[in-house]
């Protein structure tokens, strides 16, 4: 079963506006949120993350907005750029028995029109 | 500072044939980790390790062996290929502490027919 689920699968937005990809998670161990972001022929990167005591989270024109009680976080990309046309994967990290382990969404393709 | 480098770029596997996937880190991480990535299903953890001499199935080990003889490598073995196996894998450290993220390598696209 998905641990954690995103949506929307494909996202067509604008330049210039604001991109939002959700996500939610059933399991309460989870401690660490992080989102990468995957360009063709490339590996997942990370962009940002946010732990749950926290409720928002802005590094440039990246956000994540987190909801503990409802178990849901979103990323929110203002003023779009072609550049921001990736893939795009929330995640959630426990730690079990000493390793860290890293469960991903399923994804979301974003398209930036010029 | 190479990262986490994969080898090889592309491989096509006949049913039933057994390959390994190599990966290398240079940056002495702890926790290393493969993945699969197939359409719709995001990434999948097929085994991960702790440290040298210490690995563990994931969400979707059947069919994959891994070891860790070293703290720099971590193969992951395909003991009798199947189409099922038909994806792209990611190999994956990082240093312990969730705050350090992942460090991806740049995928190895495979092929089962």
Redesign the interface.
């Known amino acids: 079963q998905?641990q954690?689920k995103?949506s929307p699968?494909s996202l067509i937005v604008q330049k210039g506006g604001i991109s939002i990809i959700n996500c939610a998670y059933e399991n309460t161990a989870f401690?660490?949120f992080?989102w990468y972001q995957q360009f063709p022929?490339?590996?997942?990167?990370?962009l940002i993350?946010i732990r749950p005591d926290v409720s928002e989270k802005k590094e440039g024109r990246f956000t994540i907005s987190f909801n503990k009680s409802a178990k849901q976080f979103s990323l929110h990309i203002m003023d779009s750029q072609p550049g921001d046309s990736a893939t795009y994967?929330c995640a959630a990290?426990s730690?079990i028995q000493?390793?860290?382990?890293?469960?991903?969404?399923?994804?979301t393709r974003l398209t930036i029109n010029p | 500072n190479a990262g986490?480098t994969q080898t090889p770029k592309f491989q096509v596997l006949k049913t039933g044939q057994s390959m390994t996937l190599q990966c290398a880190q240079d940056m002495n991480h702890e926790?290393m980790?493969w993945?699969r990535q197939d359409p719709?299903?995001?990434?999948?953890?097929i085994h991960?390790s702790?440290g040298a001499g210490i690995t563990?199935q994931?969400?979707v080990p059947n069919g994959y062996n891994v070891s860790r003889s070293t703290t720099e490598d971590f193969p992951l073995r395909l003991l009798s290929a199947a189409p099922s196996q038909t994806s792209v894998y990611?190999c994956?450290s990082?240093e312990?502490?969730?705050?350090y993220?992942?460090t991806?390598?740049?995928?190895t696209r495979l092929t089962v027919v």
Do not use: H, N
């Open positions: 998905q954690v995103q699968q401690d660490y992080p022929g490339k590996g997942p990167a990370l993350a994967f990290t730690f000493g390793a860290q382990k890293l469960v991903f969404g399923q994804g | 986490v926790y980790s993945y719709g299903m995001g990434l999948r953890l991960y702790v563990d994931g969400e990611f994956a990082t312990a502490g969730a705050e993220g992942y991806f390598g740049s995928g």
